[in-house]
């Protein structure tokens, strides 16, 4: 006898009441303002020094501001101030940093300070790391430790999925971000009720990071590129070689960091690891230039103001040092995140394919060339797609890259990540 499949379809998850769901309002947005002021607070206190350190020190001295000498002398003190942090400062800045990617584990408390300290001491020196990771983690520890003492009823695991939607929503200055991010960690994972009452407190925590920041220092990331023209075919096929390439470049330096990582571990102490780093990172700056220092992302704009005014094989030697400085600052123990540095490699691999090839307009390479080295170093989806797009002002980007983005993840899917277990072997 027939089955009746209309009785055996599984029953669609009861949404949340409102009064289920309002509770989470007022801590959502405590956790907001305060991982928001915590990433401004040590941003700012980070480019106060970044200003000191490579303006009047350099020039009270008479050295010049980015000269060999003095890059080579800022990485290396770098490296030395970090080290002391990591080796002398309680709860030594937190775990290896290569084993910790967006979902930062809770941390206790003593560990937090010299964690946010070395973070702001390496934003300042000039190693490719961005904020992201560390804050992040300071503000999954500070939530959990707080929340946990004045709400004890409320469960632990809500303190984490807070603070990294509102970190999130912070450093993008949009909680769209950290709903993508959010919902990319939920695929797999046991829900109870539907996915929006899921993302409804992390989504109000990331609304009031993002709107914390936006009111407090006004972030943009939109470039200053040539408007996108009307998307053909030829564009269409440029994003998608430029994306695919983009990730290939990327997956070379993901292939490397285990073995990058190991050499700097070798040295086994802080003390000599983090200057060696430094001094590698040194030798980068004097082939790569200023502009391949820090971050990345006011050098992004930068580039984006004249993307006439580098060559190809200027844009290709800043692509491939950037992306150098980037794994070697990622595995020699700087404290930092990986996106905003390949922002900035994507970019350059962007700028460069279209002064190689006119035909690719400097938007479609861009958004391509982030979408595809974001692809290779975070694996995530979303965060990738969004940032891409997030970079042009223009309502076509998104179909280009979501068509892009297809061949590029599957260069991707599968394959080591730029993020490694405690025992050293890359996570898959």
Request: hydrophobic share 55%.
């Amino acid at each position: 006898m027939a089955q009746d499949t209309t009785q055996q379809a599984p029953p669609s998850a009861p949404t949340a009441p409102a009064r289920a769901l309002l509770p989470f309002i007022l801590p959502a947005a405590a956790v907001g303002v305060t991982a928001s002021l915590v990433f401004v607070g040590a941003s700012t206190a980070a480019e106060q020094l970044q200003h000191l350190l490579w303006g009047p020190l350099p020039d009270a001295l008479g050295v010049g501001r980015y000269s060999v000498l003095w890059m080579f002398v800022m990485l290396l003190a770098t490296g030395i101030a970090v080290g002391l942090v990591v080796w002398k400062v309680p709860g030594h800045a937190g775990p290896d940093p290569a084993t910790i990617g967006l979902d930062a584990p809770v941390m206790p408390p003593a560990v937090l300070p010299g964690l946010v300290l070395a973070t702001m001491l390496m934003l300042a020196g000039g190693p490719s790391l961005g904020p992201e990771n560390p804050i992040i983690a300071a503000n999954v520890g500070l939530a959990a430790w707080l929340g946990g003492r004045l709400m004890p009823r409320t469960p632990g695991a809500l303190w984490p999925a807070l603070a990294e939607a509102a970190t999130l929503g912070a450093l993008f200055g949009t909680p769209v971000a950290a709903a993508l991010v959010i919902t990319e960690a939920l695929t797999g994972r046991p829900m109870q009720g539907r996915l929006w009452d899921n993302l409804f407190a992390p989504l109000a925590a990331g609304a009031f990071g993002a709107m914390t920041t936006t009111l407090v220092s006004h972030p943009t990331f939109e470039l200053s590129l040539p408007p996108l023209g009307r998307v053909d075919g030829g564009d269409m096929l440029s994003a998608v070689v430029v994306a695919s390439a983009a990730a290939l470049l990327g997956m070379c330096a993901v292939r490397a960091f285990p073995y990058v990582h190991t050499a700097f571990h070798r040295l086994r102490h802080p003390m000599l690891m983090l200057p060696a780093g430094g001094l590698v990172l040194g030798a980068l700056a004097a082939l790569g230039g200023r502009l391949t220092l820090f971050k990345g992302l006011s050098e992004v704009d930068e580039l984006a103001r004249d993307p006439e005014g580098w060559s190809a094989g200027q844009f290709a030697v800043m692509t491939v040092v950037k992306l150098a400085a980037l794994l070697v600052a990622a595995s020699c123990g700087f404290r930092g995140g990986r996106i905003f540095p390949a922002v900035f490699v994507g970019t350059a691999f962007g700028l460069c394919a279209h002064a190689l090839v006119p035909g690719v307009q400097p938007a479609a390479g861009v958004a391509a060339g982030v979408l595809g080295m974001l692809l290779a170093v975070t694996r995530q989806g979303w965060v990738s797609l969004f940032t891409a797009a997030a970079l042009i002002e223009s309502p076509g980007i998104l179909a280009l890259l979501c068509v892009a983005s297809l061949p590029a993840w599957l260069l991707v899917t599968g394959r080591p990540q730029m993020q490694l277990h405690p025992d050293g072997t890359p996570v898959r």
